[in-house]
Structures are given as C-alpha cells and as structure tokens.
C-alpha cells in the first residue's frame, strides 16, 4: 500500500476526536500511515484525549486558534516535506468506514487523470 499522510484540525473536538482515530486506526489494507493533528488551541479535553489515548499520532499544538485553512496548512507543510504519496484530509467529526481509504487510493489508481478523491 502506498503512503498516506492524514491531517485532522480539532478546536474542542474532544467529543468527536476518539471515534475518528479509532476508525481510522482500523483502516483496512493500510500499513503505512502517518496521523498529524494540529489543535488550534482547544479549551476542552481534546490534548487530553489525544495524549491518553492515541500517544502515537503526532500533534502540532498552537497557542492561538490560527483558523481551519491556516492550521490544514501547517500539516500539508508536513505531508510535503515527508514522502507519503496521498494526502487525506479529515474533520474531526467523520467516522470512516474500514476500507474508506484503500477505495479512495483505488478509485485514484484506476483515474491516473484524477488529483483529488472524496
């Protein structure tokens, strides 16, 4: 399977966030995948649910909430210094189904033309 890199925003996301990752933790068919979170300054106990439960995801933690592009923009720096080949972006609220990736990156392979799935 090749790369992917998946970027989450959270701003009080804490009643969201853990069904997200653990959906997206048991993603089929996907051995390497690298999760980046940046927080845009959260109040709730979205770090905390973070650090407990999902200690392997890495977090960009802004002081201020700098906005959805902006902080998607910190993460997509990240997805282009790194070597992954597909970029998913995700909203905190989304629950995947289990081969929701591993269709999209398909669905990619058998449209060379296309540069985007959703």
Do not use: W
Request: charged letters at 15%; a neutral charge; glycine letters at 4%.
């Amino acid at each position: 399977m090749n790369p992917v890199f998946t970027h989450i925003v959270t701003f009080n996301s804490a009643r969201f966030i853990g069904r997200c990752l653990a959906a997206l933790l048991k993603q089929k068919n996907l051995t390497d995948h690298q999760i980046v979170i940046t927080d845009n300054a959260s109040t709730d106990s979205t770090l905390e649910t973070l650090r407990s439960n999902f200690p392997n995801t890495r977090l960009i933690q802004n002081i201020t909430n700098l906005g959805f592009c902006a902080a998607h923009n910190q993460g997509i720096r990240r997805f282009l210094q790194g070597s992954a080949e597909y970029l998913l972006i995700l909203n905190p609220d989304l629950v995947l189904e289990p081969d929701a990736i591993f269709e999209m990156i398909q669905a990619l392979k058998r449209n060379p033309s296309a540069g985007m799935a959703t």
